[in-house]
């Protein structure tokens, strides 16, 4: 009597005075403890029962397995499974139900269905716990196995038997059979069959289904009103569940919590802060904004509205914090780009005593990916190492940081502890050694992801053709393009994009525009990718000829199509139609010019020898010139040897950026063709004690699927003496037959003239051109890359080769390409 009125105070008073106690007093304080929430105490009471030497009987292991089921202690439901095998209490239905109900609920599955099996038993109940079990387990499939062998049983399903069936169905098919089974059985109206049908089709994203079997409910509860509120989230209708929300207080019922977590998780999901806001207010009238999911879930909602403010303050409102509620705020700052908030949070959270978990540790990853805190990034990774953690998503978020973080070798490493890894393992560390220019490397490890079985997706070929491009690979190149053909893969306006960067950046123009012509429906980015691709070629004419033709289907250029078109006017010296592409982008776009588009616009004019309307243009900036416009301004003054202008230029370039080698290197070029040796040398001065240094000639040229690099008057390549006879001979044929004398006056060196013309014949791209010669087939093509401009002597140079040895040259240097034929280059030597 005390125990069903909830005074179990009493009850235990009353208990403890008895001198005598039998097993039904002992099994009414069980029932006591287990219905008011205390299981924990049945089971030291059971304990204490067993000492005392008074025999359990069926109504006792049925309370005290229903105790273990609450706290999921299965080794105390193991041990009154022995004492039932003992004590021939196995038999009993009663017994055997509540002990597959223990072991379903501490996961022991085939302890259960063990159980199951031997029971033999037509008891609806037992077959209901065995559904339930294998749905609450995510085993759906087994699931359904079990209710087909009720079926064949001829054991008459309940309410329960459908709702536990129809949890268990991720598939419309089974769901719709069930259904039907449903319909016949005349189980149709019951409430929680139907609440159980529109979770179901709401998770087969039939949300019609869903709304008419919602409709047909005629007696409602909570429970139906939050199962349709949930359906329409879940598919994304989030006015929709904004709608039955209001269709709820106007019917008169309470919204509960649930209700509350669904409509704010409706107005995160789809940016809706007003709403958001109302329902917090509705909330915290309603006295719910403490509880902690609600906390939390407001949290969330005002993360995705990207209102950190309201986020902060709604976090803080929360009494008893859980870890749930440090990883939300911590990725609601990442999300919005409050990197640094987002640390500072992890470390209160850390003072506050909070279990990390995966969810937290990948926000915080992300967080240090942009901020480049590569400390913090080690630290997560040796927390990884210790707990062993082996969640491959967290797993290939490190890799993917280190790799951001130019932690190449950290990144490779990591990558090789991966024990299983999946495609997306391979693919971010193809990805990292393409951020940190290692293409190389990059394609070696794409050949090791195809050798051990790995299925390319559409991110690794992305990630392969930008290794190929940055390294002019032509054959790797059409191996991925002719994979991606032959797997009838779809060729989305992401890849078809990536083809034609990768065509045109290994020196086939042609072949991006058959893959650009090829698609139908062209978006953007692939219309910017050809006009870019003709832009690198000097092609400016057509790619502006293919700008208007864009602009004749009714797409809207942006920003980065403006920057391919300056780059190509830039490249062609189509300075009238760079003016005119500058002016249509403000004034007929109304797009404010980046600082990379006064770059483009300053080269042209630069290149055009309009060095004072360059500078006035400079001037005219409404925002601070950035390194890359007064780089185009000096790199234009050096080759026009106008020093006053150049001067000026110089003093801003190092005043913004101090640390970069490449500015000292273009600034003393300018003084060395000035003759004017003293200020170089004190330009390398400064370079020494800032410990900066140049980068070298470096250029390489594909060979029989392999590429082979060559560094400035290098001789570590194996066939290196044959390389320099090779040279010699190319040398002596030019000199004799082409009359080719090296302009040592590229030599911005102050050293004897027989020294210029060593450093000349030394030049990277000679030794790659060389090598070409040597292995490749007479009058093949020769595509050589540079990370360097090309000099004027290996220009002239290698137009007299491209005629004398009847070859076609491509070469890619470090501004545009230049393809040689029959002594010519279709630069027009403008470049």
Known sequence: MYAKCGSLLDAEDLFDEMLERSVFTYNAMFGAYVTNGDPSKAIELYAYMRLSGVPADAHTCSCVLKACSGVGDIYCGREIHGYAVKCGLVCNDIVVNSLVSVYARCNDLNAAELLFNRSGSGDVVLWNLMISAYAANGMGKEALRVFREMQNAAVTPTTYTFVAALQACNELLS????????????????????NALVVMYSKCSRINEAARIFI????RDNVSWNSMLAAYVQNGLYDKSLDLFREIIRAGQQPDQVSIISVLSACGRSGNLLNGMEIHAFALKNEMELDLQVGNTIVDMYAKCSKTCFMDSAFRRIPLKDYISWTT????????????KALQSFRDALVEGIDIDKMMIESLLLACRTLICISIVKEIHGYITRRELSDIILQNTVVDVYGECGEVDYARNFFKLIEVKNVVSWTTMVACYVHNGLADEALELSYHMVNAGIELDSIAILSILSAAAN???????????????RRSLHLGDSIASSLVDMYASCGTVEKSYKVFNSMKDKDLVLWTSMINAYGMHGQGVKAIELFRKMESENLLPDHITFLALL??????????????????????YDMEPWPEHYACLVDLLGRANCLEEAFELVKSMKTEPTSAVWCALLGACRTHRNMEIGEIA???LLEIDPENPGNYVL????????ERWEDVEQLRMRMKIKKLKKDPGCSWIEVKNKVHTFITRDRSHPESDEIYEKLSQITEKL????????ETSYVLHNVEEREKVKMLHGHSERLALAYGLLTTPHRTPIRVTKNLRVCGDCHTFTKLLSKFYEREIVVRDANRFHHFRDGVCSCGDFW
């Open 175 to 194: 769901g719709v059979q069930i259904h039907a089974f449903v319909l016949k059985s005349g189980l149709s109206f019951d409430r929680y069959v139907a």
């Open 216 to 219: 047909d409910i005629g007696d």
């Open 329 to 340: 705020v911590i990725a609601g700052y990442v999300q919005n780009y409050c990197h640094t």
């Open 471 to 485: 390294l002019s690979a032509l054959r790797k190149g059409k191996e991925i393009h002719a994979f991606v053909v």
């Open 567 to 588: 780059f190509a006017c830039s490249h062609s010296s189509l300075v009238d139609d760079g003016k005119t592409i500058f002016n249509a982008m403000q004034f007929q």
């Open 650 to 652: 110089a003093r801003n």
């Open 667 to 674: 600034i003393s070029n300018m003084y060395a063709a000035a």
């Open 735 to 742: 000199e004799s037959g082409g009359g080719y004398k090296p």
